[in-house]
T-cell receptor, first 113, second 117 residues
């Protein structure tokens, strides 16, 4: 299994540009989520999904959109990037029932200038 | 909503010293508790987890943590640290039984551990 994969690893955007961060998992996990990691603030939940076709907001959803058309993929879209969205983004997945251990991807380092 | 506090933001130890990192959470219900580690330039990896049963849990690389329900704490310990333990450590809580996504993890702000030779 590849586990949780994320692309790209690094990205630089100009303010106002849009982009999609990709996340995929091959473990047949129902639950997937996106976090952003900022110095001194830990990881904060942006959006999550409990299954295909079902998404919901986390702690810091503003400026981000998600969709979940398949079990495997959970892309995160920035519609109009802002410097405040400069961060490291992690995708994670887990089974919905029983063990709640989440598996994390390698992260995407995004810089918005 | 639940919250997680990690009291030590930066810790510097010499090799072979003992380690204890504090973690307290606020949530009155049943919780699952985790410690994750992030080595420099890498993604988060699970160190250990507590769901139920023996409150003293052992994880990888000689780490252990004790769940003290009365204190809402889940402190991480290691008797003798190594240089390779230099990393950032995150405590996380999942509140069981919440509607709308019982898998949601709330993370602490992290503790940066530096182990010196």
């Amino acid at each position: 299994n590849a586990g949780v994969t994320q692309t790209p690893k690094f990205q630089v955007l100009k303010t106002g540009q849009s982009m999609t961060l990709q996340c995929a998992q091959d473990m047949n996990h129902e639950y997937m989520s996106w976090y952003r990691q900022d110095p001194g603030m830990g990881l904060r939940l942006i959006h999550y999904s409990v299954g295909a076709g079902i998404t919901d907001q986390g702690e810091v959803p503003n400026g981000y959109n998600v969709s979940r058309s398949t079990t495997e993929d959970f892309p995160l879209r920035l519609l109009s990037a802002a410097p405040s969205q400069t961060s490291v983004y992690f995708c994670a997945s887990s089974y919905s029932r029983g063990s709640y251990e989440q598996y994390f991807g390698p992260g995407t380092r995004l810089t918005v200038t | 909503a639940q919250s997680v506090s990690q009291h030590n933001h930066h810790v510097i130890l010499s090799e072979a010293a003992s380690l204890e990192l504090g973690c307290n959470y606020s949530y009155g219900g049943t919780v699952n508790l985790f410690w994750y580690v992030q080595y420099p330039g890498q993604h988060l990896q699970l160190l250990l987890k507590y769901f139920s049963g023996d409150p003293l849990v052992k994880g990888i690389k000689g780490f252990e943590a004790e769940f003290i329900k009365s204190k809402f704490s889940f402190n991480l310990r290691k008797p003798s640290v190594q240089w390779s333990d230099t990393a950032e450590y995150f405590c996380a809580v999942n509140a069981r039984g919440l509607t709308g996504g019982g898998n949601k993890l709330t993370f602490g702000t992290g503790t940066q551990l530096k182990v010196e030779l």
